[in-house]
C-alpha cells in the first residue's frame, strides 16, 4: 500500500483516507418460519426455513455487492426427550444454498454472471446439506450430564464462508453439571 502526494497539497504527512461506497438504494425482503411440533411427551420435531429475495445486488457495469449469506437455508430435525430414563437425543438436518461472499481481501464470486476477474477470486460458497446428532445422558442420582455433539456426521467437505478452510466432522463430549 502507498500513498501519493505532491508539494502542491498543503499536509504534514501523507494521509490514508479510507471509506465506503455508497451505491444509492437497493431493495430486498426476507422472511424467516419456524416450527416445532410436539408429537407426543417425548418426540418433537422442528423445523426452519429462511429466504431473502437476492444474495448480490449488481451496480454499475460489472460491479456487484454481495449479501454474504445465501437466498435459502432450512433446518429439519427429530428430537427425543425421556425424563425417566435419562435419555435424550436430535437428529437435525441442514440445508444451505450456494452464495456469493466477498469480505476483505476474500473475493468468492465466481457463480455470478459477468463477474470481474480478480487475482484473488475464488468459487462462491458452495450449497451443502449436513446432518447433526445430539446424544445425552443424566447420570442417575446426580445433576450432572454426558453429552455428546457430532455436526456433519457423514463428514461431507463444506466450508462455511469464503477464505475458510473446508471443514469436515466435528465431535464434542462433554460432562455437564447443573448447580
Known amino acids: ?40 411427551d417425548r418426540w418433537t420435531m422442528n423445523g426452519t426455513y429462511s429466504h431473502v429475495s437476492e444474495d448480490y445486488f449488481k451496480y454499475g457495469v460489472n460491479q456487484y455487492i454481495s449479501l454474504n449469506a445465501p437466498r435459502n437455508k ?15 437425543a436430535e437428529g437435525r438436518l441442514r440445508f444451505t444454498d450456494e452464495f456469493p461472499a466477498e469480505s476483505a481481501g476474500y473475493v ?22 449436513l446432518f447433526d446428532l445430539n446424544l445425552g445422558y443424566q447420570i442417575p442420582r446426580s445433576r450432572a450430564t454426558v453429552q455428546l455433539a457430532v455436526t456433519n ?14 471443514i469436515g466432522r466435528f465431535a464434542m463430549l462433554r460432562l455437564k453439571y447443573e448447580l
Open 1 to 40: 500500500m502507498g500513498v501519493a502526494s505532491s508539494p502542491e497539497v498543503a499536509a504534514r504527512g501523507a494521509d490514508l483516507i479510507v471509506t465506503y461506497l455508497n451505491v444509492g438504494d437497493i431493495d430486498y425482503w426476507g422472511a424467516d418460519l419456524g416450527f416445532s411440533w410436539f408429537l407426543d
Open 108 to 129: 468468492g464470486t465466481r457463480c455470478l454472471p459477468d463477474a470481474p476477474p480478480s487475482i484473488f477470486q475464488e468459487d462462491c460458497v458452495a450449497q451443502s446439506a
Open 153 to 166: 456426521i457423514f463428514n461431507a467437505e463444506y466450508r462455511s464462508f469464503v477464505g475458510v478452510p473446508n
Open 74 to 88: 432450512a433446518t429439519l430435525g427429530l428430537a427425543y426427550r425421556d425424563v425417566v430414563s435419562g435419555f435424550n
